[in-house]
């Protein structure tokens, strides 16, 4: 029986928010709604599919995180750019 692996080495990408005190441009429609985060989190490629990530997070966000790869495209100085769609499930539901 031959096995096959989705990908060739594991991969893991990581992802960290911004201090409390970092400035982000957002709407003045979105101050009633939105507040600062901190915490980090990994996941593994490919676990629900080739696009599709699956770990946990750390921090104001503690729990469970799944990131989809909407695009990957080449970046400045040799850099890759990917945009995702991340999902959070809260250990508080």
């Known amino acids: 029986m031959m096995v096959r692996r989705l990908i060739p080495t594991p991969v893991l990408v990581?992802?960290?928010f911004a201090?409390?005190?970092a400035s982000f441009a957002q709407s003045e429609?979105?101050?009633p709604h939105c507040?600062?985060?901190e915490g980090a989190g990994m996941t593994n490629l490919a676990v629900i599919n080739q696009a599709?990530?699956?770990g946990t997070?750390?921090?104001d966000l503690a729990g469970a995180v799944s990131v989809v790869i909407l695009s990957v495209t080449p970046g400045a100085n040799g850099t890759t750019?990917?945009?995702v769609q991340?999902?959070?499930v809260t250990e508080a539901g």
């Open 14 to 16: 990581a992802l960290a």
């Open 19 to 21: 201090p409390v005190s």
């Open 29 to 31: 429609h979105a101050a």
């Open 35 to 37: 507040a600062p985060v």
């Open 52 to 54: 599709t990530t699956l």
């Open 57 to 59: 997070q750390t921090g």
């Open 81 to 83: 750019v990917f945009k």
């Open 86 to 88: 991340h999902h959070f």
